[in-house]
């Protein structure tokens, strides 16, 4: 009698419980990501953030990859020189594979965890159509080769000198109006915007002078810098 009483209290509680589970709110859906807005800053995360991923850039991106300390096994398709234009015909990137070839062969060797973008300053007087249209043919080729889902992050141009700005088309202007063609591509493309000209701009929007070695450049110590920006500025997949 003790037994069957034992049973239907058990079977009552595994009822209740199926019950109340039942019951119970489902947790709410993750909002969706704001792609109109630069990636937050948030917990700055270690350089293994970078493993397997790629980068793709004109010279700041290869001073990064020679002075920022990062100690992770990043892919560098970098260039002296190399604009949006340019990127896809360019055929004398490092590949993963070895030897040299193009963004489209490079890409399609290895599968990469996440990759990086930073274009636009060796075209700064081309128009944002022009520039858009150049680097979506580059987002063409990442997704054909890595995927939909590949996590693609962009960062926009950092500023000059004001000497710089002063003097050349390298200008505080052309530098604004080629970060919203930029920040237009992540919003239309879901791409993440790192706003690397919020972290080097001073107070009236220039690069200053201490940290630039030739009013566009920067000196060796400010690529650490970079690379924290960037490691505190990450969307979790």
Not at 148 to 158: G, H, M
Not at 212 to 220: I, K, N, Q, W
Not at 231 to 237: A, D, I, Q
Request: charged share 20%.
């Amino acid at each position: 009698m003790a037994r069957a009483i034992a049973s239907i209290l058990a079977a009552s509680a595994t009822a209740l419980s199926l019950i109340l589970g039942a019951c119970q709110t489902p947790p709410p859906p993750k909002p969706a990501y704001d792609y109109t807005q630069p990636v937050p800053e948030g917990d700055q995360l270690g350089d293994e953030w970078f493993d397997d991923s790629a980068v793709i850039g004109h010279s700041l991106m290869e001073g990064f990859e020679g002075f920022s300390g990062v100690q992770s096994n990043i892919h560098y398709f970098t260039a002296t020189g190399l604009s949006a234009a340019g990127t896809t015909g360019y055929s004398k990137f490092d590949l993963p594979g070895g030897g040299k070839g193009t963004l489209k062969k490079g890409l399609g060797q290895k599968q990469f965890s996440k990759i990086y973008i930073m274009l636009g300053t060796n075209e700064i007087t081309t128009s944002k159509e022009r520039y858009k249209e150049n680097m979506q043919k580059i987002l063409d080729v990442i997704h054909d080769t890595q995927g939909d889902d590949i996590p693609i992050y962009i960062l926009n141009a950092t500023p000059t000198t004001k000497k710089k700005s002063d003097s050349t088309p390298f200008n505080l202007k052309n530098i604004k109006k080629l970060n919203e063609a930029i920040a237009e591509l992540c919003e239309e493309q879901e791409c993440y915007l790192v706003d690397l000209y919020s972290c080097f701009a001073d107070e009236d929007g220039y690069l200053p002078s201490k940290n630039s070695t030739d009013g566009v450049h920067l000196v060796a110590s400010q690529y650490k810098v970079m690379a924290n920006y960037i490691l505190s500025h990450t969307v979790e997949e």
